[in-house]
């Protein structure tokens, strides 16, 4: 099989351990760009350092010369800043529309062909404005999101039952955000529903620590964000498109009936092969959980409606 090229955008620490599990796979070349070229090109000189001891035998570059990303096969958004003391939710969207578009415009130039994974937040409107400004079929434009919030609830669920995460199966879907839904009727512990082994508030606590599962993060780490983690996810979603998995997974990307939601991007189940984002699997969920599901696409759309004024300020 032919080597893959990903560029991975943003060397930050999700950019940077996404690169270094990407080598470490060694089945791509690996681009890793940053407005600081510098630090892109001393993170991929340090993980090219590490293939004698590790075997790999890929090539990996950095810089920010996107002339370096030309004709990639997949590209990762993860650049844009965090949330600071004091900003406003509007300031940090606008902030974050400006740098997603830019990279948005040079994948659009140098990538053509490439399957995008949007990472930057606020997630689901960053992936939105990356779909309006490649104008790429929906297909090849999705945000990474419910691979790992569906992490972080198994990750609970196992904690909480003292059994092998392997053995728990979830999805969480909707927004990547406080409204999120894990759904649990489809929750099962080696094949038997968690409903019948945990009682309902024990639930309900994992549930509402999954959706603060970020924040939890940030306020113990004090200076940044979760990486581990979120870098693992994106290339769970990446090993599906080149390996052509066919894995279902929960991925945003834009629903157009699905699930009565229309135009929003959004968590749901996705099949994922060599073409990205395949087809979108429509579960039959409990009432309360539709209802939820349709709640955190209308929150979607409030952000997407201002993602569209963006879009018209600095076209």
């Not at 039952?161 to 728990?168: A, E, F, H």
């Not at 945003?252 to 996705?270: A, D, K, L, R, T």
């Amino acid at each position: 099989m032919a080597k893959f090229k990903i560029t991975v955008v943003g060397a930050g620490m999700v950019g940077g351990t996404l690169a270094q599990r990407l080598a470490e796979r060694n089945f791509a070349d690996i681009v890793l760009i940053d407005i600081v070229g510098d630090l892109a090109c001393g993170k991929a000189l340090d993980i090219a350092q590490t293939a004698p001891i590790y075997g790999y035998d890929i090539n990996i570059i950095g810089g920010d010369n996107w002339e370096l990303t030309k004709d990639s096969d997949i590209v990762v958004i993860t650049s844009g800043v965090p949330r600071k003391p004091g900003m406003t939710r509007e300031e940090l969207l606008e902030i974050n529309f400006k740098i997603v578009k830019d990279v948005s415009e040079k994948t659009k130039r140098y990538c053509p062909n490439s399957v995008v994974i949007v990472v930057s937040n606020p997630l689901d409107a960053m992936t939105y404005t990356a779909y309006k400004v490649l104008g790429f079929p929906k297909n090849r434009v999705m945000g990474m999101a419910g691979v790992l919030d569906t992490a972080r609830f198994r990750t609970f669920l196992a904690q909480e039952l003292q059994v092998s995460p392997k053995d728990i199966f979830a999805f969480v879907l909707g927004s990547h955000g406080d409204t999120m839904v894990p759904i649990l009727s489809y929750t099962t512990v080696n094949g038997v529903p968690v409903e019948k082994i945990l009682p309902k508030d024990k639930l309900e606590r994992l549930v509402e620590r999954t959706r603060k599962g970020g924040a939890e993060i940030v306020e113990l780490l004090k200076t940044g964000s979760a990486y581990y983690a979120p870098s693992a996810a994106v290339l769970d979603m990446i090993d599906a498109i080149v390996f052509d998995r066919k894995r279902i997974l929960p991925v945003c990307v834009i629903c157009e009936g699905e699930y009565g939601i229309n135009g929003v991007f959004v968590g749901v189940p996705v099949l994922m092969g060599k073409n990205g984002a395949e087809k979108i699997y429509e579960f039959q969920l409990k009432e309360e959980e539709l209802s939820a599901l349709r709640k955190s696409s209308e929150i979607v759309k409030k952000l997407q409606d201002e993602v569209d004024v963006l879009l018209k300020k600095y076209a």
